[in-house]
């Protein structure tokens, strides 16, 4: 990197100072005003760090890296917690960033919204190069707005470098190649192009920085290239958020952050590091032609705290430089090189004129001095009246969530009987509702019993009734049968007698006549057939009895079963 110019400490100073003020100041009013570290404490440090524009998810990973080496080295007293938030600081901004091109010409394209001061940063980025002994062609590639061709022609003149200009509405990419082409015939070191301030939202820069890259890839396709987002600190958060839309729609490599001296919103620097990993190339500390300042990591963390001692520049600035070559990132002992240099000035006797300037100045530092004192006196008195306000109302706070926690408590208590109730008279109703269904369920079974016990009953009944039935049946056919019986031999023992008497008649008449031994033949077969006979008639009206019997039985059975 090379060697800063003079009073770069000075500027800086300058160029955080509303920074300073705000961040600082109201860091150490808020540690003034606490005795002991503690959530509250944290929450007043990350209002301050919002306020001053660091984002609130910068802010809350600065209170969480704050919250471990608090606890890691176990700080107790809140003055201690400045030098810890500076380390913090210091960190997250990482290693400085170095601007050195390899290739020659090296090209950087600029782009922003109108109104950032692009233009004037091209023309101080041209000045700044230059007073480092490098060539610079500029390129007025911005041909749509009107008088951006004019105005970046003015910064050329102030510069002191040439500029490469079409007609205004003519094609950017026409300008970029003709910038390029007397960059390489004239051996130029950097080409600055500008580029058409398109509200970030537009497709139309994605196209033009699209046309851009393709004649820079066919004309330098091995060149060193930069694109510098252009953005305005006061306008702190807005900034982020066009960084977020330019990335994607341009690859770009670092921001330029203008107008830093005009607004206390310099915190934006750690979330822009932070949030987008992208590095701050350079800032805006002032009007002045060399007001843009390569920006520093270790320098401007030390600056957003306290101002930098400007008496040892030249020595501070070459253990910068040392720190950079080396790669170490850690904060350069500026109170150390300080003190050593006062110790080797030799004391220079002073003329009466210098010593009323001094004696002036001393009088004007002590009233500043004074004046300064009394304030932070009374913003701490304000502290801690607003302290204890706090702590009044927390106490009030407290005591209203106990009442309501108490309240909150009754009613789930209250809630919690009854459902207890409810769930008893649940459980009542369900062993009532199964009691009376287990009732419901014996009855039921004892009626089913009685039926089928009365059911049991009238069919033993029945059976018993048909079996009496059967008897006096059986018993009549007996009866029946006897008495057929009986008439059966009375009617054999008429028929034997009738046959005696007509076998004694035989005999007789055979004794008579021969003829009459012939006629007896045919008479003794008749009464053979008729005593046949009898006996069939007797045997079917048996048969006929017994089955009328059987047929009422059977017709009973069926009746009992269809029952």
Known sequence: MAKKGKGFFSKLNFGTKKTRESLSGNIDSVLDAFDEIGDDLYDELTEVLVMSDVGVTTSQQIIDDLKERVKKQNIKDPAEVRRLIKEVVADMLGKDETIDFVTTPAVILVIGVNGVGKTTTIGKMAAYFKSEGKKVILGAADTFRAAAIDQLEIWADRAGVELVKHEEGSDPASVVYDTISKGVKENADVIICDTAGRIHNKKGLMAELGKIYRVIDRELPY????????????????AISQAKEFMKVADVTGIVLTKLDGTARGGVVLAIRNELNLPVKFIGVGEGLDDLQPFSATAFAESLFDPIDTENQEEIEAKLDENLQMQDAKEVEVDSLTSHGKE??????????????????????????????????????????????????????????????????????????????????????????????????????????????????????????????????????????????RRAEEEARARR?????????????????????????????????????????????????KASILKRSLNSSDGKDSK
């Open 344 to 485: 080797e000035e030799e004391p220079q006797p002073l003329t009466k004129k210098e010593q009323k300037q001094a004696a002036k100045a001393a009088e004007k530092a002590a009233k500043e001095a004074e004046a300064e004192r009394k304030a932070r006196e009374e913003e701490k008195a304000r502290r801690k009246a607003e302290k204890k306000e706090r702590e009044q109302a927390k106490k009030e706070e407290r005591a209203r969530q106990k009442a309501e926690e108490e309240a909150k408590k009754k009613a789930e208590a209250e809630a919690k009987r009854r459902a207890e109730e409810e769930a008893k008279r649940e459980a009542e109703e369900a062993r009532r509702k199964k009691a009376a269904e287990e009732a419901r369920r014996k009855a039921e079974a004892q009626m089913r019993a009685e039926e089928e016990a009365l059911r049991k009953a009238e069919e033993a009944a029945q059976q018993k009734a048909e079996e009496e039935r059967r008897h006096a049946a059986m018993k009549q056919l007996d009866e029946e049968l006897d008495a057929e019986r």
């Open 497 to 545: 007698a009738a046959r005696e008497k007509a076998e004694q008649e035989a005999r007789a008449a055979a004794a008579a006549a021969p003829a009459a031994e012939e006629a007896a033949k045919p008479a003794s077969a008749e009464k053979g057939n008729a005593d046949s006979d009898v006996s069939d008639a007797m045997r079917a009206r048996i048969a006929a009895a």
């Open 223 to 238: 060149s060193d290239r930069e694109i510098f987002l252009v953005l305005d600190a006061t306008t702190g958060q807005n």
